[in-house]
Each structure stands twice: as C-alpha cells, then as structure tokens.
C-alpha cells in the first residue's frame, strides 16, 4: 500500500500546483467557523484516467526500467501531461470468471486445480473474486484473499446446462468493480459460444469498457479446432463450423483489444498452469501511467487514449479508449 499512498501524494501536490485545478474559496453552509479554519476550504474535483501498459521485445520479454520521459499518451490526437507514474506491480483485484457449462465437465478437474494454484500465487496485496456461469451467474467468493475455501467451493460445481457469456460479462463488469480504486482485471475461460444471453455483445463491451478492468480471455477456440480437425481426419464427412469458431474468436479478440486485455489459445486444459502464470506475470510487469484530461466536458463521450514509447521494436497493449464521466446535473 506504500506504493498507493506515495503515488496519490505526488498526484495531490501537482493538483493543488495547478491553478487551472484550483477549486478558490468556497463557503459551505454547514461549516462552523471552527471547521473552516479562516473562513474557506478547497475542494479539489479529480478525474483522473489510469492507463495500465504492457511493453514488450520484439522478441518476447518484457521491457522494464523505462523512465516517464519515455512515455507520451495522447487523447484524441491531443496530448496529455502525465501525472502518475509507476513502474511496479500495482495491488489488482482480479475478477475470475468460470464458465461451468456442460461442454467443461470433462475438463473441470484441470481446471479447479490451476485456478486455486494461480489465486495462491497472486501478490499478497491483491484481492481476487471468483464467478461462475451457465444459464445463471454466480459470485461464489466474494473480494478477498482466503484460498483455504477454493477446494470446498470449486469442489461443489457440477458443469451443466449452456452459456450465457454476454450476460456474465455485463453483470460482472457493471457491479464487481463498483467504487474500486485498485488496478482492475478480469480473466474469462470461455470459447465465447454465447447460448442464450439476453445482454447484447456490445452491451457487454460497453461495460467492460467502463468498468476500465482489463479482460483476459482464456478461449477454447483452439483447443477445439484440434478437435474438430482430429474428427475431420476421422470421419470425412464431418461437419467443422469454421466459421461460427472464427466469429466466437474475433469478438472475444475485440473484447479483450477494447479493455486492453488479451486473449489465450491453451491448446488444451492440462496448460491453464501456463497460461494463468502469463497473466499474472504480466499485471505484475506492467507501467501505470495517469493523466487528468484537459478536455473537461463531462458528456460521456467515448475518447481515444494513443500510449507511445520510446523503445525501437516494441509492442505496446494497453486500452484504446474510455467513456468521458458524466454530469450529473445534466442528466
């Protein structure tokens, strides 16, 4: 919580540096002259848009140690001044989100036993909760560390009925995060064969959006290719829907290129250790940069956040976008 606490210092002293950010004097009705200490107080409005980024070599690896002057984020083509800055693993709270439909049972044991080893090996300062779905969702842990319970209740699923991704994404978006402040992901393992969602897929998007959680998909699609080309090898004349996975990976793909997460192809369940370990690695190694939009209209637009840096070769994640706050006076 060090890091938190320095962070925010430095936010408060470039705030209050601003004179475009000062609030003046204002006189509150319900001070006593005690409490107002000379006859006024500040009060100080912040919006402030946090950026996670993930930089990495051409080669694969992580790029670390890259200073703030490196960096230049721009929103809508302008270009904002950087406020925070943090170049070490945040505390996150990790939304984890199990599909538990008919189609996983087989595989449901490799998965309760990668998902209790990645929250056992989260950063003591995170928080994680754990949903489950099918034809309904469930918060079956709420936030917290207490992994002494995943065995208990991983251990009492049984995987049936069908998949109501687009539903799952826009609960869990739209109510887990609400009042947050920490870093914020999600991590998904679906194959995005929504069956039966009354939530539209850009509904659900919107609201991964604003909930500014990055969304990493563990997705199927792979792992299902495999065997569909096995059975094609098999039986000639099997039908493979090439198309219908090809549309299951493209929005889950936008979903995750949205929220500046991403989407991982394990080729089958006995690799979820792996890929759990890559998303941790990467919440662990990634920038947080903070910038207070000098377009101060607060009409909820959507706004485009473009992040460079200066590293020849590298690739850079992070979220494209956000939507503007709102007034509530105007509403």
């Known amino acids: 919580m060090r890091i938190r606490h320095k962070l925010w210092l430095v936010l408060l002293i470039s705030i209050l540096a601003s004179a475009s950010l000062w609030s003046g004097p204002q006189q509150d009705p319900s001070d006593t002259p005690e409490t107002r200490r000379g006859g006024f107080k500040v009060s100080v409005k912040v919006d402030m848009v946090t950026v996670p980024v993930t930089v990495k070599k051409p080669e694969g690896g992580f790029i670390k140690g890259l200073p703030q002057e490196d960096f230049r984020i721009y929103e809508d083509g302008v270009p904002q001044e950087i406020m925070l800055f943090s170049q070490e693993g945040l505390p996150t709270r990790i939304a984890i989100v199990l599909d538990i439909s008919g189609s996983v049972r087989p595989a449901w044991g490799t998965i309760m036993h990668a998902t209790k080893r990645f929250v056992e090996h989260l950063h003591p300062e995170d928080q994680f ?24 209740v991983l251990g009492s699923i049984y995987c049936k009925d069908r998949t109501k991704l687009w539903d799952t994404v826009w609960a869990v978006c739209s109510d887990a995060f609400r009042g947050t402040e920490e870093k914020k992901a999600v991590i998904i393992m679906s194959d995005g064969d929504d069956t039966g969602s009354s939530t539209s897929y850009k509904e659900a998007v919107e609201a991964a959006v604003r909930s500014e959680a990055a969304v ?72 947080t940069i903070g910038y207070i939009s000098n377009n101060t209209a607060k009409d909820g637009s959507y706004r485009q956040i473009d992040v460079r840096v200066n590293a020849p070769g590298a690739s850079i994640t992070a979220r494209p976008g956000y939507y503007a706050p709102v007034d509530p006076r105007s509403m």
Request: glycine residues 4%; aromatic residues 14%.
């Open 129 to 152: 909760a754990l949903f489950t779905f099918n034809t309904d969702i469930r918060l079956r842990m709420d936030w917290g560390k207490q992994t002494d319970k995943m065995d208990a």
């Open 216 to 287: 990493y998909v563990v997705s199927k699609t792979e792992a299902l290719r495999q065997q569909y080309r096995k059975a094609k090898e098999e039986y000639p004349y099997f039908n493979i829907p090439h198309e219908a996975l090809a549309q299951m990976d493209l929005l889950l793909r936008n979903l995750a290129y949205k929220t500046g997460g991403r989407v991982l192809y394990p080729n089958m369940f006995g690799q979820l250790n792996d890929i759990y370990e890559e998303v941790n690695e990467e919440l662990r190694n990634q920038y």
